[in-house]
């Protein structure tokens, strides 16, 4: 029995538990008598890696032979960038800065958009399009919401088309989706944004370019999964069909399928369109300007009524695009006219937004009310969000100090204490033998160099401080998102109003998640993990109401005939059965935690977020991506320990595993 229990990948059941036993033990004993084996415990900073030393001088001996490319790239971007912003903000100008062709007007722009919405998902599209836009005018953020705008319509198009090709590339060829991109996908949607805004502003320069860039690597890679998805999901009939009509492997591709997957595929539009405004603060950094500048200046300075205002700006134009862009997925086609019509049968609602766009921005060279919002009608709220922010502030000052205090004391600091002195040796062993027992020794071999990276660079102290934080704020997000998604699941009007609600929210670009949380709480980890917890509970709501709305009717009914209550036939029946489900909602809450821990780094947290804005604010490349590659490969480690563990779960309840 000892030889078939040491064998690779046959370690009986019950090996694990007296393995677990051991490894607790030696924990026990190393962390009460760290002088047995200090540097089991505390890792040798004689033997840190230099990798941050490395990364620097690569840079140093390489950046003079790159740097002509990448600014010649740089140019080539920045003049469909000048011309976006000249349109939608600054107007034409001559070499003497003087204005000789207006921009689009600000009411010409709030009517083709209204006109848009109408085009892709009918009059409630167009009324919420046309409320978003005319807020933005309203409330006198219309210039910084143009330049924002200007941003995403140029990033949006290249994310979209660099992950269509990838994802055909993903497609076409698994082992490449393997090997190569798939974990590029991991590291980048894991890698914080601020770790790749220090070499692409090293690499293109400062300004609005380098934060474009940054934003197209950011926001690209849902577009990739979604277009390998959406390919495989195209019916073997139809490709079939194609073969038999002679279709070349290029018009199978161009002609059959992707048409096909257009639905799914403007799901990943929409998603990178959600990505790009995501990003818009943090490149706000580095020179995007825009609504985000104002925002990151506002939370500099603490003025939250500003930072809300403009984050409501942020918002609005959020929805505006997300219901657009979803309207134009789900109902693809919609005004389909015969292909021997003219131009304006077919496109008639390109052709009226064109003419209310001509109208007004040349009327507005005569009236300068149409140029330019007139001041009459801008009613700025930053004084009575400063007032109820204060009203707040002082009416509850005592709760608020209390639950803020008690969360510090009783919780918080305990966790934190107890993650940073486990030995390191300790994790990085518990992780191993973890995924060698959810996945094999394929796994084991994966996640163990991943766990040990931080301490061979010498950031495991920052790498726990980071694991509590995102571990407590995942675990407050799953003790609401998991109730919640449960009452969503009994109903269908339940159901709708949790889609309502989650959609919303997942509109709110990240940063605007702060505001409320710095509102309260100040700054500190308390206000990191409630906005941790806000940005994330959306997904524990989604997978756990997907989860049990997707339980096969009859195996309730069957529960039902035998005579279960409706409480046991959700603990015994529902609930194990949406449990893998479950699990993978908590994997995506954990990764959004992630995300969002490195943005915290704002308000005052001491981890691995602290390392990569340092590494910002100091032009250090070294600095940023170590720390970028140590939050991703927790955020991969995690990842796969959990899809791993939910795989082996359905495995044990019969489940298919899709």
């Given at each position: 029995m000892t030889t078939l229990a040491l064998r690779l990948g046959a370690v009986p059941r019950g090996y694990y538990w007296l393995i677990w036993a051991a490894l607790g033990v030696a924990t026990v004993?190393?962390?009460?008598?760290?002088?047995?084996?200090?540097?089991?415990?505390?890792?040798?900073?004689?033997?840190?890696?230099?990798?941050?030393?490395?990364?620097?001088?690569?840079?140093?001996?390489?950046?003079?032979?790159?740097?002509?490319?990448?600014?010649?790239?740089?140019?080539?971007?920045?003049?469909?960038?000048?011309?976006?912003?000249?349109?939608?903000?600054?107007?034409?100008?001559?070499?003497?800065?003087?204005?000789?062709?207006?921009?689009?007007?600000?009411?010409?722009?709030?009517?083709?958009m209204t006109i848009a919405g109408y085009a892709l998902g009918g009059l409630r599209v167009a009324l919420i399009s046309f409320l978003c836009f005319a807020y933005l005018a309203i409330i006198g953020k219309w210039d910084s919401a143009m330049l924002t705008l200007a941003s995403v319509a140029l990033c949006v198009p290249i994310g979209i088309v660099c992950g269509l090709v990838f994802g055909i590339l993903c497609f076409r060829f698994n082992w490449l989706y393997d090997w190569v991109i798939r974990p590029s996908l991991d590291v980048a949607q894991t890698m914080p944004a601020f770790a790749y805004l220090v070499p692409v502003l090293l690499l293109f320069g400062n300004g609005p370019v380098p934060a474009m860039v940054a934003t197209v690597i950011f926001a690209t890679p849902p577009m990739v999964r979604a277009t390998k998805l959406a390919l495989e999901q195209v019916p073997e009939e139809i490709t079939s069909m194609a073969d038999m009509f002679g279709c070349t492997s290029r018009q199978r591709l161009w002609r059959v399928m992707v048409p096909t997957a257009k639905p799914l595929l403007l799901v990943g539009i929409n998603q990178v369109i959600m990505m790009s405004l995501n990003m818009v603060i943090i490149a706000s950094m580095i020179g995007a300007g825009g609504l985000g500048y104002d925002v990151l200046?506002?939370?500099?300075?603490?003025?939250?009524?500003?930072?809300?205002?403009?984050?409501?700006?942020?918002?609005?134009?959020?929805?505006?695009?997300?219901?657009?862009?979803?309207?134009?997925?789900?109902?693809?086609?919609?005004?389909?006219?015969?292909?021997?019509?003219?131009?304006?049968?077919?496109?008639?609602?390109?052709?009226?937004a064109s003419v209310v766009l001509l109208v007004t921005t040349f009327g507005g060279m005569v009236f300068d009310s149409l140029a330019t919002v007139p001041d009459a009608i801008i009613f700025s709220t930053e004084k009575m969000l400063d007032d109820a922010v204060a009203w707040i502030n002082v009416t509850f000052y005592d709760q608020i100090e209390a639950v803020k205090v008690w969360l510090i004391l009783n919780l918080l600091n305990p966790f934190k204490a107890l993650l940073v002195g486990l030995p390191w040796v300790s994790v990085v062993a518990a992780t191993g033998l973890l995924g060698y027992q959810l996945g094999g020794w394929r796994l084991a071999v994966l996640v163990t160099p991943l766990i040990l990276f931080p301490v061979l660079v010498g950031l495991w102290e920052k790498t726990m401080i980071a694991v509590y934080l995102c571990s407590i704020s995942v675990f407050f997000a799953a003790l609401i998102g998991i109730p919640v998604g449960a009452w969503a699941s009994t109903s269908d009007w339940r159901n709708r109003v949790a889609t309502i609600v989650i959609d919303t929210l997942q509109t709110i670009p990240i940063f605007v998640f702060i505001i409320p949380a710095v509102m309260l709480f100040g700054i500190g980890d308390v206000s990191a993990m409630i906005a941790i917890v806000l940005f994330a509970v959306t997904t524990a709501i989604r997978y756990t109401n997907h989860g049990l709305r997707q339980v096969p009717p009859h195996l309730v009914e069957a529960a039902r005939a035998v005579g279960c209550t409706q409480r046991q036939i959700f603990w015994r029946v529902k609930l194990p059965l949406a449990m893998p489900e479950i699990m993978l909602g908590i994997n995506q809450t954990l990764l959004m935690g992630l995300a969002m821990l490195i943005i915290t780094a704002m308000i005052g947290t001491r981890d691995l977020g602290q390392e990569v804005f340092i590494g910002l604010a100091k032009a250090d490349i070294g600095r940023g991506m170590v720390a970028g590659f140590c939050v991703a490969f927790l955020g991969i480690v995690a990842d796969r320990l959990i899809v791993a563990g939910a795989k082996r779960l359905k495995q044990r309840l019969g489940l298919p595993d899709e």
């Open positions: 004993v190393l962390w009460t008598h760290p002088e047995i084996a200090k540097w089991l415990v505390k890792y040798p900073r004689s033997m840190f890696v230099p990798l941050i030393a490395w990364i620097n001088d690569f840079k140093a001996a390489t950046i003079d032979y790159v740097t002509p490319l990448t600014r010649a790239i740089a140019a080539v971007i920045e003049l469909p960038f000048d011309l976006l912003q000249a349109l939608l903000a600054k107007g034409f100008t001559n070499v003497s800065q003087e204005v000789v062709f207006p921009r689009l007007s600000w009411l010409g722009i709030i009517g083709a200046v506002a939370l500099r300075r603490l003025d939250i009524g500003p930072a809300m205002e403009v984050g409501f700006a942020i918002v609005v134009i959020a929805i505006a695009l997300d219901r657009m862009s979803l309207a134009a997925a789900h109902q693809a086609g919609r005004w389909q006219v015969p292909q021997q019509s003219g131009f304006m049968q077919r496109h008639p609602f390109v052709v009226l």
